[in-house]
């Protein structure tokens, strides 16, 4: 089982980029965020293809915070569907995955609060 992610989410500018990767990382949620400003989407959205530029947020986080990370991006961002695609981590260094591990763990004695959505 894999126990590290990587999200993509594009959004639509620096500011709503910078200020969903602080709260991510503030959070806990994640370890880092990366910023890559700009790319050029070409996408489809309610029957016409668009082409513009958005900002992509690259999030290193642990599969355990994945339903937090998304639910924190989805209240945070702008777009009425955010991206938010999760890559499932199969390898890397272990002295960073060791650190996203670090950085995204609660001191102890603190208490997580699960994100759970409500089903009807």
């Known amino acids: ?15 709503e980029a910078e200020r969903i990767g602080h709260t991510l990382v503030n959070r806990k949620l994640a370890a ?11 996408y489809r959205w309610q029957g016409q293809v668009e082409d513009g530029q958005e900002v992509l947020l690259i999030i290193k986080t ?13 209240e945070l961002h702008s777009y009425q569907v955010p991206e938010i695609i999760a890559v499932p ?8 995955l060791k650190w996203i591990d670090e950085e995204t763990q609660y001191p102890s004695g ?3 609060i699960s994100v759970t959505p409500k089903e009807d």
């Open 32 to 42: 880092c965020v990366n910023i890559v400003n700009p790319i050029r989407s070409i």
């Open 62 to 74: 642990t599969a355990t915070h994945l339903d937090a990370v998304a639910a924190k991006v989805t």
């Open 1 to 15: 089982m894999t126990t590290h992610a990587v999200v993509l989410v594009t959004t639509s500018s620096t500011e």
């Open 89 to 96: 981590v199969v390898a890397g260094s272990q002295a960073y």
């Open 110 to 112: 603190s208490v997580k």
